[in-house]
């Protein structure tokens, strides 16, 4: 973050973006223009229309320039064409709950992912949309008696979300459940990753390294039987309600948990006196202190605010540096280091 805008704002881990395309910049690319809505290739663009609050499980968030939402895996495909056509960046989103946008807006093009078809190839396996809500995806395999993704209900995201973030909860992960993944280049190609070309870690997947990498449009999972999937899924998500504030407005972690430690972040944000801390609208969870919640008109200045003293406070104290999870999204490309 080398613009003086930024100076003051902790380094959240930045979002990969689709660098490909050439650059607009603040002071020629206002994002205060007047709204308009144009159509193309079966596709409706709003200019200026779309607020990025209404975009993120968070609240938080400022316009975009365009915004356009894809239904089908071709739709994805004319929009992308239409962003490089038009020299814009842009940006696939899923259900927001990963996300930090900037009061500031998003000078690109924010497409929004809703390809949420589920196709059953065979039993146990299942070819899934990447726009597909994951939590729904975690109910309906464990009820019909598979195990692999009992830790995805209660989970705010989209399949494509989940399998770019690996995420995890109890002990399971995304990626040890995925057999292949399709995915769209940015020169607008389809192409298949296998298993083994997809080098998950945790909350990492070889997406997050892709340069060329436009979306995950479809994930199929390999499932395993175990009639007990439904109880150790209800199991899981009463447990995280009873640990999680899932009410409330949030990006579920904050930060990763250090590595080898053996201390989770929370812990560590818990013992350093955090929990109910506030700076304007944003606050430190009081059930789960690696949960941050906006409390109510939240800006992205407080939250990033809270995230830089959350970590100075822990690294004065235990001396460990918290790594976020969350992404931050830069209003203009021209912030970021990348
Ligand atoms: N374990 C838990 O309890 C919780 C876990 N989560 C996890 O956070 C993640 C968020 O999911 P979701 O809300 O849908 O994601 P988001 O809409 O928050 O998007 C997060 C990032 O993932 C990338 N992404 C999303 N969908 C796609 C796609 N189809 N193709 C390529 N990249 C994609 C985007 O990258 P780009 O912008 O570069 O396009 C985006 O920056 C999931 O992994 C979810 O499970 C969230 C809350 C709680
Ligand atoms: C919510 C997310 O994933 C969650 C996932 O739901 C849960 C459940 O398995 O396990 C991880 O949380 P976590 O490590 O904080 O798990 P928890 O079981 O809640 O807590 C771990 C430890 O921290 C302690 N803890 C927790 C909360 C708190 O306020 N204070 C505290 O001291 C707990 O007592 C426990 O000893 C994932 N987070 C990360 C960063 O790995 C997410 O990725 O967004």
Same mark, same amino acid.
């Given at each position: ?23 607009? #910049? ?39 320039? #365009? ?272």
């Amino acid at each position: 973050m080398s613009s003086p805008l930024f100076q003051s704002r902790p380094l959240l881990l930045l979002k990969p973006t689709r660098k490909i395309f050439s650059l607009s #910049h603040p002071q020629n690319n206002s994002l205060n223009r007047s709204p308009s809505t144009h159509s193309r290739n079966g596709l409706t663009f709003l200019r200026h229309k779309k607020l990025l609050t209404d975009l993120s499980t968070w609240g938080i968030g400022g316009p975009c320039n #365009h915004f356009v939402q894809v239904f089908e895996q071709t739709q994805l495909v004319s929009a992308i064409r239409y962003c490089k056509e038009n020299s814009l960046r842009f940006m696939i989103i899923g259900k927001g709950s990963n996300c930090l946008f900037d009061d500031l807006g998003y000078d690109g093009c924010v497409i929004l992912n809703r390809i949420e078809f589920l196709e059953k190839i065979e039993h146990g396996v299942y070819r899934v949309g990447s726009g597909y809500p994951f939590n729904r995806l975690g109910v309906q395999s464990a009820t019909e008696g598979l195990s692999g993704l009992e830790f995805a209900a209660g989970i705010p995201g989209t399949v494509g979300g989940a399998a770019f973030m690996n995420a995890g909860a109890n002990g399971q992960e995304t990626g040890d459940a995925i057999d292949t993944m399709e995915i769209i280049t940015c020169e607008g190609e389809f192409q298949m990753l296998n298993r083994g070309d997809l080098r998950f870690g945790y909350r990492s997947s070889v997406c997050q390294d892709m340069k060329n990498l436009a979306a995950i449009t479809a994930v199929t999972f390999r499932l395993n039987n175990l009639e007990s999937a439904r109880d150790r899924q209800l199991e899981y998500l009463e447990r995280r309600k009873q640990s999680q504030p899932l009410r409330e407005r949030s990006a579920g972690s904050v930060f990763r948990n250090p590595s080898d430690l053996g201390v989770s972040a929370a812990e560590l944000i818990e013992r350093s006196g955090l929990k109910g801390f506030k700076i304007g609208g944003a606050m430190v969870s009081n059930k789960h202190a690696n949960f941050f919640i906006n409390c109510g008109g939240a800006s992205s200045q407080d939250m990033l605010e809270l995230i830089g003293l959350v970590k100075k406070t822990v690294y004065q104290k235990f001396g460990v540096k918290l790594k976020e999870e969350v992404l931050y999204v830069h209003p203009y490309i021209e912030d970021t280091n990348l």
